[in-house]
């Protein structure tokens, strides 16, 4: 956390986290709140969010860890 908090694309990195994790805790609950919606006839909507948030958060660090890493 000290190297991401180092540098200004560190920050922007926790930043964009921290929206997401923010999202996912107060907006997603909402959203999903008496929906029976399913993707595909059988993929419920909460996990089609999960999934959306997960990769969200993959490309972020994947695109950190390769163009803005301090320590390569």
Known sequence: MRE?????P???L??????SLIWWIFV???IVQNN???????IPLVVILW?????FWLAAIYIYTTKYWPYR
């Open 4 to 8: 991401a908090f180092g540098h200004g």
């Open 10 to 12: 560190g920050r922007i």
């Open 14 to 19: 926790i930043f964009i986290l921290t929206l």
């Open 28 to 30: 997603v609950p909402f």
């Open 36 to 42: 029976t919606y399913l993707f595909l006839g059988w």
């Open 51 to 55: 999934n959306i948030q997960t990769i």
